[in-house]
């Protein structure tokens, strides 16, 4: 993994893609600090399904319980948000 640079990243980014075709990562940094980086498109593809979690609320976990052993009638209406 190489590490440069915005201001060399700008005048090379060829250069760097040409990298990170070959499977290599790079870091770019501002001011001494990492701020980005660039990474093969597979890598970003894996990163985006870890990061896509669905939405957790109450009300989905409540639908997920099997209530087939119970007599409850449930209520299929969709919820609605509130602002507390």
Known sequence: MSTVSLRDAK?????LVDSVMKGEFVTITRHGK???AIVPVEA????KKVLRR???SLVNF?????VADLEVDRNRT????IDL
């Open 11 to 15: 005048a090379g980014l060829s250069t």
């Open 62 to 66: 409540l639908r997920s319980i099997p």
């Open 34 to 36: 990492p701020v980005a």
């Open 78 to 81: 969709s919820s609605r948000d």
């Open 54 to 56: 669905p939405e957790r």
């Open 44 to 47: 970003a593809e894996a990163a």
